[in-house]
């Protein structure tokens, strides 16, 4: 293996480890800086000491032994400096700790716990959605700054920012290392799941740029979602996320054309699903379904969304789709988190059950909402709403309205296209 073989490996080892090794080093270090910090002193140590001595077999558990002894060291140079008893206090656990003859036993045995921990810290109430997203993909996705600030548009310096003032807010309120419990659990879980469900969207339909999709982003979201489903096995919301996810990422093949071009959903190619993540998707709603009805609660809304997303999944083809199972799910889902987007998409699935004059009634009445005032989605479905009931030129009219609304390149084109091709075909 050559020594840029081994730097690459060395790196997607930290790339793996790293956030069960921040979640340990907070634990001790109680500063989710300075955790972070001592994670990159391992892995310097790693990139200078294992293309000699080769990867260990326990990669993770020697990383952690190299920042604990980075964490000595600090301690012992805090003390010579200034002697404080909160940080002497720690250094003497340190010590304990390094002392057992055991140290990966030690740590496993806590790995579960400090990542929920670190999960709950990083999308802590007191930062920002926008800085919750950031800090999250840097401690737990484990992307570098200039990878979150590729996938999200933004420049470098914006992100490193947003980052450095998370680190800095939480040490200044004194956030504690710890998941939250019982009302407060609940309360802080919807914040979680929030953010994770943000990174999602935003790469399955980029609001921004030349690309349609940022799988990148997906891919992060979905692991981590992941990671908490394992981590809060008996919170049903927890798996319809989950669920959500892997069957919406089920279909990203199929989802864009040789060029990069949108294909929608109704016009994909069905036998490009990832039935791998289909099934992992069922079987995430099951367990939703279960503990939903265990809970006597009603679903949850990921889990009303997800059981949309598995109606499609079903389907071999589009006309199998059972659109009155659709429409049933989005007026629950519309009982329990009423909203005008939620109305504009059971407006689409009305149109597919009833016509298209039943759902154009349906967005006509939503045309008004304020909250809607510049969502492209609106022209965008009432021009094919308008396109199928044979009214090119306002379909045309509302599709450019739609492409003058959207921030993606990609998804201009598809509407601008879909308004030339109204003009062409009017007589």
């Known amino acids: 293996m050559t020594a840029t073989d081994t730097h690459r490996a060395i790196e997607a080892v930290f790339r793996i480890e790293q956030a069960k090794l ?42 952690m032994t190299a920042a604990k002894h980075k964490a000595i060291d600090r301690f012992r140079r805090d003390k010579l400096a200034e002697c404080k008893e909160g940080e002497l206090g720690y250094a ?21 716990d400090d990542l929920l921990r670190l999960i709950f810290i990083a999308c802590h109430p007191v930062l920002s959605p ?48 710890e998941a939250p419990r019982g009302a407060e659990l609940e309360e802080r879980l919807v914040s979680v799941l929030s ?18 999709m940022r799988p990148q982003l997906c891919e992060e979201a979905l692991r981590l979602g992941r990671i908490l489903a394992e981590l809060a096995r008996d919170v049903p919301e927890v798996h319809g996320l989950v669920a959500l996810m892997e069957i919406q990422m089920s279909r990203f093949a199929a989802r864009a054309g040789p060029s990069g071009e949108p294909v929608l959903l109704l016009d994909q190619n069905r036998s490009r699903w990832d039935q791998l993540l289909i099934r992992r998707g069922l079987a995430a709603l099951a367990r939703a379904e279960t503990l939903s009805a265990a809970s006597g609660r009603n679903p949850h809304p990921y889990v009303l969304q997800a059981a949309i997303a598995a ?32 109305e504009l998409n059971r407006a689409v699935a009305l149109a597919m059950l009833f016509g298209p004059e039943a ?37 045309r009219a509302e599709f450019e309205r739609a492409a003058a609304l959207t921030q993606n390149e990609r998804e201009r084109k598809l509407l601008l296209d879909r308004a030339e091709s109204c003009a062409s075909s009017s007589p």
């Open 359 to 395: 759902g154009l009634n349906l967005v006509d009445a939503l045309a008004g909402q304020p909250e809607l005032a510049t969502y492209h989605l609106l022209p965008s479905v009432r021009g094919e709403l308008l396109r199928q009931l044979g009214r090119l030129d306002e379909a």
């Open 195 to 212: 953010v994770i469900y943000l990174i999602f969207n935003e790469g399955y339909a980029a609001t921004a740029g030349d690309d349609w």
């Open 22 to 63: 921040i979640g340990g080093l907070m634990r001790m270090v109680r500063d989710v800086g300075t955790a972070e910090e001592l994670a990159q002193d391992a892995l310097v140590a790693a990139l200078e000491q294992w293309p000699n001595s080769g990867i260990p077999d326990n990669p993770g558990a020697w990383l």
């Open 311 to 342: 109606c499609h999944a079903r389907a071999r083809v589009a006309e199998e789709t059972d659109w009155a199972r659709i429409v049933g799910l989005y007026g629950s889902l519309g009982e329990i988190a009423p909203s005008p987007v939620v």
């Open 130 to 177: 926008e800085a919750q997203a950031a800090l999250t993909l840097r401690l737990l996705g484990g992307l570098t700054t200039a990878e979150i600030a590729r996938a999200f548009l933004l420049p470098e310096a914006t992100i490193q920012q947003r980052i450095v003032r998370a680190k800095r807010t939480l040490g200044e309120k004194r956030v504690p290392f």
């Open 92 to 112: 003497l656990e340190v010590e304990q700790e390094t002392a057992q003859p055991d140290l990966d036993a030690a740590l496993d045995d806590q790995v579960g």
